[in-house]
């Protein structure tokens, strides 16, 4: 038995199962190994300013001639020049959140780094330091320039509506997506014509929605009745999540953080390690670090925030408080401080390995447990 689905005829793919876009952690390397294997491998380009994802895009095709994507933000909020609804202006408050972010530091002994160590522990390029300020509104439509110009296969939406360049994406053939974590997000995409839809639960790793994965699925599915292909995702590590998603009604699957503990990911060997001796207990869901609620390894920067009964900024004001503080946990390897986003699917994690090797699993896994499902029926089939 082979995994295959309309998704892979659409997206000229063996596996339908995708690398999720993981802001820096689905680098080329990580998504050409993807895509190399028979998935599709989409780049984690969330923070990459416009050359770098120039760059990324380029690096990717020297790895691969196999499709792939790139999966960036397009927050409603941020476009929409959305403040601290009701509050006073986010501006104002960044000096006391500052503030707060350096008394943190020196709390807990963390050196603060000067602004090239900043750019070099976030893996931001040089070339882009001029650029807009990342997670902005002229940062994200910039990005978007990007994917145009270079007429990428497939472009995934992590957050938001695409749909102000569905029109040019689509003249450029590319295919495009949408992540969405309710059912009335799904139906406003599907309304702007995107092609494909991924409906991510609460258990997944990054920003999240409320509704739990098992949940949300059925209930996308049933929202769009058939006129895109949905993927399930959160929370799936194994075959056995993905044959689920399946029977759920799903055509295929996203996958973040089964592929985070890989050789190829961009996260630091720190990072790597916390993951595999994480378990299921491991994640927390905090703004503390770009201000929209998001699932990450349990950390002491998002407990502090809580204790200190701070109100996280919005985007993308809390990420210019967070980052210094993240850059520097990155450079001095206090995973316990920013251990990175992930899913609950944590426990899951064995150990650091090549992507491939993750792919070729998670497919034989899911055929092996749909091979088995006649088992259910059998007995009341055999009266
Ligand atoms: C480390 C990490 C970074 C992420 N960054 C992004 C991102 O930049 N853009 C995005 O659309 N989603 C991002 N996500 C969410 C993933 O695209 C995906 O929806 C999620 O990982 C699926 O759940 P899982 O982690 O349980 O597999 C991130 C997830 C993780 C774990």
Redesign the pocket.
């Known amino acids: 038995m082979t995994l295959h689905t309309r998704l892979c005829d659409l997206l000229g793919i063996e596996t339908p199962i995708l690398l999720?876009?993981?802001?820096?952690?689905?680098t080329p390397e990580l998504a050409a190994a993807v895509s190399n294997a028979g998935g599709l491998g989409?780049l984690?380009?969330?923070?990459c300013g416009p050359n770098q994802l120039r760059a990324w895009i380029r690096r990717m095709r020297e790895l691969t001639d196999r499709p792939f994507g790139v999966?960036?933000?397009l927050p409603a909020s941020v476009r929409r020049g959305g403040g601290n609804a009701g509050g006073p202006p986010a501006e104002s408050l960044l000096p006391q959140h500052r503030g707060f972010a350096q008394d943190f530091m020196a709390r807990e002994g963390l050196n603060p780094l000067d602004e090239a160590g900043l750019a070099a522990a976030l893996g931001r390029d040089p070339a882009d330091r001029d650029g807009p300020v990342p997670l902005s509104r002229a940062f994200f439509e910039a990005q978007m320039e990007v994917v145009i110009e270079e007429r990428v296969p497939v472009y995934?939406?992590?957050?938001g509506n695409p749909a102000p360049w569905l029109d040019r994406l689509h003249a450029n053939g590319t295919k495009v997506m949408a992540?969405v974590g309710t059912t009335r997000h799904a139906r406003q995409v599907v309304e702007s014509g995107i092609d494909l839809i991924?409906a991510?639960?609460h258990?997944?790793?990054?920003?999240?929605a409320p509704i739990g994965?098992m949940a949300l699925i059925p209930q996308v599915v049933d929202a769009v009745a058939g006129r895109v292909p949905v993927l399930g995702?959160?929370?799936?590590?194994d075959g056995r999540g993905i044959a689920a998603a399946l029977m759920l009604g799903a055509e295929g699957v996203?996958?973040?953080?089964?592929?985070?503990a890989t050789e190829e990911a961009g996260?630091a060997p720190a990072q790597k390690q916390a993951l595999v001796a994480g378990n299921d207990e491991g994640t927390t869901v905090s703004r503390s670090v770009t201000g929209k609620p998001?699932?990450?390894v349990k950390n002491r920067w998002a407990v502090a925030y809580a204790e200190a009964g701070l109100e996280p900024l919005p985007m993308p004001y809390q990420g210019m408080v967070s980052s210094p503080v993240t850059a520097a946990a990155l450079a001095a390897d206090r995973a316990d401080i920013w251990g990175?986003?992930?899913?609950?699917?944590l426990g899951m994690i064995q150990g650091v390995r090549p992507a491939a090797e993750v792919l070729r699993d998670l497919a034989t896994g899911a055929e092996r447990v749909l091979a088995g499902a006649g088992r259910f029926t059998d007995r009341a089939a055999g009266g």
């Open positions: 999720a876009g993981m802001g820096r952690a689905s989409v984690g380009a969330a923070s999966d960036t933000l995934a939406a992590g957050l992540v991924v991510q639960g258990d997944g790793g990054g920003h999240n994965t995702a959160g929370g799936i590590g996203w996958i973040g953080t089964a592929f985070l996260i998001a699932r990450m990175g986003f992930a899913g609950q699917g």
